[in-house]
Protein backbone atom coordinates (compact mmCIF):
# COMPACT_ATOMS: atom_id res chain seq x y z
CA UNK A 1 0.00 0.00 0.00
CA UNK A 2 1.21 3.53 -0.94
CA UNK A 3 1.81 5.73 1.65
CA UNK A 4 3.91 8.37 3.87
CA UNK A 5 4.35 7.32 7.61
CA UNK A 6 5.52 9.48 10.39
CA UNK A 7 6.59 8.69 13.71
CA UNK A 8 5.98 9.34 16.34
CA UNK A 9 2.17 10.70 16.04
CA UNK A 10 2.27 12.17 19.59
CA UNK A 11 4.94 13.53 21.71
CA UNK A 12 5.05 16.15 24.29
CA UNK A 13 8.72 17.17 25.36
CA UNK A 14 10.25 19.61 27.35
CA UNK A 15 12.51 23.01 25.69
CA UNK A 16 16.04 22.32 24.26
CA UNK A 17 15.64 18.74 24.34
CA UNK A 18 16.62 17.53 20.83
CA UNK A 19 13.90 15.58 18.88
CA UNK A 20 13.62 13.94 15.58
CA UNK A 21 10.58 13.22 13.78
CA UNK A 22 10.83 10.27 11.49
CA UNK A 23 8.97 10.16 7.73
CA UNK A 24 8.95 7.91 5.26
CA UNK A 25 8.02 6.95 1.86
CA UNK A 26 7.52 4.00 -0.26
CA UNK A 27 6.85 5.37 -3.62
CA UNK A 28 9.89 5.95 -5.00
CA UNK A 29 9.20 10.03 -4.94
CA UNK A 30 11.28 12.73 -5.61
CA UNK A 31 9.60 15.57 -3.72
CA UNK A 32 8.76 15.62 -0.07
CA UNK A 33 8.40 18.48 2.50
CA UNK A 34 7.05 19.15 6.02
CA UNK A 35 4.76 21.46 7.32
CA UNK A 36 3.45 22.62 10.22
CA UNK A 37 -0.24 23.48 11.00
CA UNK A 38 -1.70 26.43 13.05
CA UNK A 39 -5.14 27.40 14.37
CA UNK A 40 -5.80 30.01 11.62
CA UNK A 41 -2.77 29.78 9.99
CA UNK A 42 -3.32 26.72 7.62
CA UNK A 43 -0.15 24.62 6.53
CA UNK A 44 2.49 26.60 6.04
CA UNK A 45 6.03 24.79 4.44
CA UNK A 46 9.41 24.37 6.52
CA UNK A 47 11.71 22.59 4.12
CA UNK A 48 11.08 20.61 1.09
CA UNK A 49 13.28 18.28 -0.89
CA UNK A 50 13.49 17.55 -4.70
CA UNK A 51 15.42 14.89 -4.82
CA UNK A 52 18.75 13.11 -2.36
CA UNK A 53 20.94 15.65 -0.99
CA UNK A 54 18.99 18.62 -2.20
CA UNK A 55 16.90 20.52 0.15
CA UNK A 56 15.41 24.24 0.21
CA UNK A 57 13.72 26.35 2.68
CA UNK A 58 9.95 26.59 2.36
CA UNK A 59 8.07 29.52 4.29
CA UNK A 60 9.13 28.63 8.00
CA UNK A 61 12.32 27.21 8.16
CA UNK A 62 13.92 29.05 11.35
CA UNK A 63 14.58 26.17 14.45
CA UNK A 64 14.12 22.97 11.89
CA UNK A 65 16.64 21.35 10.33
CA UNK A 66 16.28 18.25 7.63
CA UNK A 67 18.77 15.43 5.68
CA UNK A 68 17.59 13.87 2.51
CA UNK A 69 20.37 11.34 2.68
CA UNK A 70 18.39 8.36 1.03
CA UNK A 71 15.09 8.94 -1.35
CA UNK A 72 12.19 7.55 1.11
CA UNK A 73 13.44 9.05 4.17
CA UNK A 74 13.39 12.87 5.32
CA UNK A 75 13.28 13.37 9.26
CA UNK A 76 12.74 16.95 10.93
CA UNK A 77 14.99 17.72 13.35
CA UNK A 78 14.29 20.43 16.26
CA UNK A 79 17.88 20.72 17.61
CA UNK A 80 16.48 22.92 20.56
CA UNK A 81 12.81 22.85 20.55
CA UNK A 82 10.77 26.05 22.09
CA UNK A 83 6.93 26.48 22.81
CA UNK A 84 6.30 28.04 19.60
CA UNK A 85 6.83 25.08 18.04
CA UNK A 86 4.36 23.30 19.38
CA UNK A 87 2.26 22.41 16.20
CA UNK A 88 0.55 19.94 14.12
CA UNK A 89 3.03 18.59 11.39
CA UNK A 90 2.62 16.70 8.58
CA UNK A 91 5.18 15.38 5.89
CA UNK A 92 4.33 15.19 2.42
CA UNK A 93 5.40 13.38 -0.94
CA UNK A 94 4.92 13.81 -4.31
CA UNK A 95 6.27 12.62 -7.71
CA UNK A 96 6.82 16.39 -8.88
CA UNK A 97 4.73 19.57 -7.36
CA UNK A 98 4.91 20.72 -10.97
CA UNK A 99 3.34 17.92 -12.83
CA UNK A 100 0.07 16.11 -12.61
CA UNK A 101 0.78 13.81 -9.41
CA UNK A 102 -0.89 14.52 -5.95
CA UNK A 103 0.55 15.08 -2.91
CA UNK A 104 0.24 12.18 -0.38
CA UNK A 105 0.40 13.26 3.57
CA UNK A 106 1.17 11.29 6.60
CA UNK A 107 -1.48 11.07 8.96
CA UNK A 108 0.64 14.41 11.34
CA UNK A 109 2.61 14.23 14.36
CA UNK A 110 1.00 16.56 16.72
CA UNK A 111 4.18 17.89 18.99
CA UNK A 112 3.82 19.51 22.48
CA UNK A 113 6.96 21.75 23.84
CA UNK A 114 6.75 22.48 27.46
CA UNK B 1 5.81 34.67 -2.90
CA UNK B 2 2.29 34.01 -3.92
CA UNK B 3 -0.65 34.75 -1.81
CA UNK B 4 -3.51 32.46 -1.62
CA UNK B 5 -7.02 33.16 -0.23
CA UNK B 6 -9.91 31.33 0.46
CA UNK B 7 -13.59 32.05 0.76
CA UNK B 8 -15.57 31.68 3.00
CA UNK B 9 -13.77 30.75 5.91
CA UNK B 10 -16.65 29.26 7.45
CA UNK B 11 -19.61 27.94 6.00
CA UNK B 12 -22.53 25.88 8.01
CA UNK B 13 -25.19 24.01 5.43
CA UNK B 14 -28.22 21.79 5.88
CA UNK B 15 -27.26 18.27 4.41
CA UNK B 16 -28.34 18.18 0.85
CA UNK B 17 -27.71 21.58 0.00
CA UNK B 18 -25.10 22.61 -2.47
CA UNK B 19 -21.89 24.79 -1.96
CA UNK B 20 -18.73 26.77 -3.66
CA UNK B 21 -15.37 27.38 -2.21
CA UNK B 22 -13.09 29.84 -3.49
CA UNK B 23 -9.70 29.75 -4.49
CA UNK B 24 -7.82 33.27 -5.54
CA UNK B 25 -4.30 33.04 -6.17
CA UNK B 26 -1.45 36.35 -6.94
CA UNK B 27 0.27 34.55 -9.60
CA UNK B 28 0.66 32.06 -11.91
CA UNK B 29 1.01 28.22 -11.24
CA UNK B 30 2.13 25.14 -12.39
CA UNK B 31 0.23 23.46 -9.82
CA UNK B 32 -3.13 23.36 -8.20
CA UNK B 33 -4.50 20.88 -5.77
CA UNK B 34 -7.84 20.87 -3.63
CA UNK B 35 -7.65 18.92 -0.47
CA UNK B 36 -10.42 17.90 2.47
CA UNK B 37 -8.97 17.54 6.05
CA UNK B 38 -11.51 15.42 7.47
CA UNK B 39 -12.29 15.63 11.63
CA UNK B 40 -9.34 12.97 12.74
CA UNK B 41 -6.89 15.06 10.56
CA UNK B 42 -6.22 13.18 7.68
CA UNK B 43 -5.57 15.36 4.66
CA UNK B 44 -7.04 14.13 1.58
CA UNK B 45 -6.59 14.59 -2.05
CA UNK B 46 -9.61 15.59 -3.73
CA UNK B 47 -8.31 17.39 -7.29
CA UNK B 48 -5.03 17.74 -9.48
CA UNK B 49 -6.51 21.08 -11.49
CA UNK B 50 -4.10 23.33 -12.64
CA UNK B 51 -6.46 24.32 -15.08
CA UNK B 52 -9.37 23.17 -16.68
CA UNK B 53 -12.48 21.40 -14.81
CA UNK B 54 -12.72 18.07 -13.34
CA UNK B 55 -15.34 15.81 -11.58
CA UNK B 56 -15.14 12.85 -8.87
CA UNK B 57 -18.86 11.87 -8.02
CA UNK B 58 -20.68 14.89 -6.02
CA UNK B 59 -17.50 16.58 -6.14
CA UNK B 60 -15.98 19.01 -9.37
CA UNK B 61 -13.49 21.99 -9.67
CA UNK B 62 -12.85 24.51 -12.10
CA UNK B 63 -9.54 26.63 -12.22
CA UNK B 64 -9.43 29.52 -14.86
CA UNK B 65 -5.59 30.16 -14.62
CA UNK B 66 -5.68 33.37 -16.64
CA UNK B 67 -7.98 34.74 -14.09
CA UNK B 68 -5.97 33.22 -11.20
CA UNK B 69 -8.93 31.65 -9.25
CA UNK B 70 -10.33 27.68 -8.69
CA UNK B 71 -13.79 26.85 -7.55
CA UNK B 72 -14.94 23.54 -5.38
CA UNK B 73 -18.22 23.03 -6.03
CA UNK B 74 -20.31 20.36 -3.46
CA UNK B 75 -23.17 19.02 -4.78
CA UNK B 76 -26.29 17.09 -2.34
CA UNK B 77 -23.65 17.76 1.00
CA UNK B 78 -23.65 14.88 3.41
CA UNK B 79 -22.51 15.12 7.12
CA UNK B 80 -19.16 13.30 6.16
CA UNK B 81 -18.15 16.85 3.53
CA UNK B 82 -17.74 18.18 6.95
CA UNK B 83 -14.04 19.21 7.59
CA UNK B 84 -11.65 22.15 5.99
CA UNK B 85 -10.78 22.76 2.74
CA UNK B 86 -8.00 23.46 1.40
CA UNK B 87 -6.22 24.38 -1.56
CA UNK B 88 -2.40 24.95 -2.59
CA UNK B 89 -0.61 25.99 -5.08
CA UNK B 90 2.95 26.29 -6.89
CA UNK B 91 4.28 28.81 -8.59
CA UNK B 92 6.80 28.44 -11.73
CA UNK B 93 9.65 30.50 -9.58
CA UNK B 94 10.22 27.92 -7.25
CA UNK B 95 9.26 23.91 -5.95
CA UNK B 96 7.23 25.87 -2.57
CA UNK B 97 4.17 24.92 -2.04
CA UNK B 98 1.77 27.22 -0.47
CA UNK B 99 -2.04 27.25 0.99
CA UNK B 100 -4.52 28.97 1.61
CA UNK B 101 -6.08 29.08 5.43
CA UNK B 102 -8.95 26.88 4.32
CA UNK B 103 -12.57 26.89 4.34
CA UNK B 104 -14.03 25.39 7.47
CA UNK B 105 -17.46 23.60 6.24
CA UNK B 106 -19.73 22.21 8.96
CA UNK B 107 -23.16 19.83 7.33
CA UNK B 108 -25.76 19.74 9.79
CA UNK B 109 -27.79 16.59 9.61
Known amino acids: EAQVTQNPRYLITVTGKKLTVTCSQN?????MSWYRQDPGLGLRQIYY???????DKGDVPEGYKVSRKEKRNFPLILESPSPNQTSLYFCASSLDPGVNQPQHFGDGTRLSIL | GIQVEQSPPDLILQEGANSTLRCNFS?????LQWFHQNPWGQLINLFY???GTKQNGRLSATTVATERYSLLYISSSQTTDSGVYFCAVAGWRDDKIIFGKGTRLHILP
Open chain 1, 27 to 31: MNHEY
Open chain 2, 49 to 51: IPS
Open chain 1, 49 to 55: SMNVEVT
Open chain 2, 27 to 31: DSVNN
